[in-house]
């Protein structure tokens, strides 16, 4: 079955730096374009970056160009977050999600800039 599982959220200072990373399995991953989204309390979700299936293509929320990469390696199916220079407002539950028909989700990860 399709499985997402992100790691490397945590706890860190505004200006810091995180490295998010999204293990998947139980589909063609090379197959299909991937993307990072985040829930922050009272907010809606919003899509953070996407990346295309071959990773030749990339987009980014105005809110995080500049400042995040996504990055994917179709060899280990894992696709990655590189947050720089985070903001308070950075604060979210950060998800990866498959473009596959019916869409998945893995569990989410906790990011929270705080000084």
């Known amino acids: 079955q399709v499985q997402l599982v992100e790691s490397g959220g945590g706890l860190v200072q505004p200006g810091g730096s995180l490295r998010l990373s999204c293990a998947a399995s139980g589909f063609t991953f090379s197959s299909y374009a991937m993307s990072w989204y985040r829930k922050a309390p009272g907010k809606e979700r919003e899509l953070v970056a996407g990346?295309?299936?071959?990773?030749?293509?990339?987009r980014y929320a105005d809110s995080v160009k500049g400042r995040f990469t996504i990055s994917r390696d179709n060899l280990k199916n894992m696709l990655y977050l590189q947050m720089n220079s985070l903001k308070l407002e950075d604060t979210a539950v950060y998800y990866c999600a498959s473009h596959l028909p019916g869409g998945y989700w893995g569990q989410g990860t906790q990011v929270t800039v705080s000084s």
């Open positions: 990346i295309s299936s071959t990773g030749g293509s990339t």
